[in-house]
């Protein structure tokens, strides 16, 4: 299975490669936004309060990873689904698609977090704990937004749906990265953060376990 996963995953790059402009909208999307923001809270005049740095932060991240991985499923056709139905199992199907927007998520989070430091500055005391919670934040939303994906893709590409399914379950994810990155930015001790951490890590298996018990029922439909 590993060997379906590695190709599966280098077929994703490879039309990402020759399709730059989803990548490509998606970086200008990040670079906007955080520059819209700057202009629109006059951050010019004066530093940014942290709460505010973080929350817009991650307020950013959040649709610029929705932007990115929703279009997992959505883009593929019936007949392409089809041939990905013989040729491998579905269980190597969602695991591809959850590593792959896992590693796309977390190259965007980067990006946001250096723009947002040239832009309001860094704020950041404890920049370990800040960047694992990045990347548990990001594997969460892939998980999550991966999953809801495919089962949108069967409702006749209901982007309405997508929202609703995920709603629910970004927002634990969310509120955790948020509080996790404000101790960080505070510099707190940080065993104080390892419940909150380890809570990330079980909300990220629960949804990554999940996806891989229920997709092959819905990839048989």
């Not at 004066?46 to 973080?54: D, F, M, Q």
């Amino acid at each position: 299975m590993w060997k379906e996963i590695a190709v599966l995953i280098k077929k994703e790059a490879v039309l990402e490669w020759r399709q730059k402009y989803a990548i490509n909208g998606i970086l200008l999307y990040v670079v906007s936004a955080v520059f819209i923001t700057y202009l629109s809270m006059g951050a010019g005049q004066g530093t940014l309060a942290v709460p505010t740095w973080n929350a817009l932060y991650w307020i950013i991240i959040l649709f610029s990873s929705v932007n990115a991985v929703a279009k997992s499923f959505i883009q593929e056709h019936q007949g392409r689904q089809l041939y990905y139905y013989m040729i491998a199992s579905p269980e190597a199907i969602i695991l591809s698609k959850i590593i792959y927007n896992s590693l796309l998520t977390l190259v965007l989070a980067t990006l946001g977090y250096l723009v947002f430091s040239v832009v309001f500055g860094n704020p950041v005391i404890d920049q370990g704990i800040f960047l694992l919670n990045l990347f548990l934040g990001a594997l969460g939303f892939s998980a999550c937004l991966t999953m809801v994906s495919a089962i949108a893709s069967k409702a006749n590409n209901n982007a309405t749906l997508m929202a609703i399914l995920s709603f629910p379950v970004l927002i634990p994810i969310l509120l955790m990265a948020i509080e996790v990155s404000k101790n960080a930015i505070d510099g707190i001790d940080r065993g104080l953060n390892m419940e909150k951490m380890l809570t990330l890590v079980a909300i990220n298996a629960i949804i990554a376990a999940t996806s891989y018990i229920l997709f092959p029922y819905l990839w048989r439909s």
